[in-house]
């Protein structure tokens, strides 16, 4: 069976706002550690050299760096509230089909993140799934 390619991209919080993002890296890191271990159980997750995108150019960079790695689809993930705006204008660059991707970890803020980033690709006509809710549920 040939497994499909994903790209990943991991949304945290913006470069300016370091004293937040320091606060914050590590449950990032583990809620999207955790993310990865259970879709890498059904897709090649193909990741860019910058982990984590805190800027429109790091995103820019990072879309580029997946889209030429020939994937099917692309992820779109936020572990912690972040930027809404960033993720929704990085995703309505790429001409894959875009999976918009959250957890429940309450602390994380993720679901308000990404009700936000989902409003914003609704407003613009995006075309993308939802995967609400978090992957290790039933």
Do not use: C, W
């Amino acid at each position: 069976m040939i497994r499909p390619r994903t790209g990943l991209l991991v949304f945290s919080e913006s470069l300016v706002r370091e004293d937040v993002y320091q606060k914050r890296k590590e449950m990032a890191a583990a809620e999207t550690a955790r993310f990865v271990s259970i879709i890498s159980e059904f897709t090649d997750v193909i990741e860019p050299g910058i982990r984590e995108i805190r800027s429109k150019k790091q995103g820019l960079q990072a879309l580029h760096e997946v889209e030429s790695a020939g994937i099917d689809a692309i992820i779109l993930y936020v572990p912690i509230f972040i930027a809404p705006a960033l993720v929704a204008h990085i995703g309505n660059l790429t001409s894959k089909p875009v999976i918009l991707a959250q957890n429940e970890n309450e602390a994380s803020l993720s679901q308000l993140a990404f009700l936000a980033v989902a409003g914003i690709m609704e407003q613009i006509g995006m075309d993308y799934l939802r995967l609400g809710g978090d992957v290790a549920s039933d």
